[in-house]
């Protein structure tokens, strides 16, 4: 069972390091940024908004492939 955020949700979370929003993947589980491209992991249907410093190495790592600066 796939597991989705509600649209309610989704109008109300931002990117908590520059306040952009945030695009949702529902078949990657992820939130990215649309300003500064940091990809926010979705783990058992929470979004895990965490600074960079405190995300998994591998998810900073996915991150910086998708064009994030950090």
Known sequence: MAE???KDIL???CCP???ADLKYN???KTLT???CKFIYPIKEGIPVLLPPDLQD???VEL???NGWKG
């Open 4 to 6: 989705t955020l509600s």
């Open 11 to 13: 109008d109300i979370i």
């Open 17 to 19: 390091m520059d306040k």
């Open 26 to 28: 529902k078949t990657k």
């Open 33 to 35: 940024c649309t300003k």
């Open 57 to 59: 190495k591998e998810d």
């Open 63 to 65: 991150s910086k492939k």
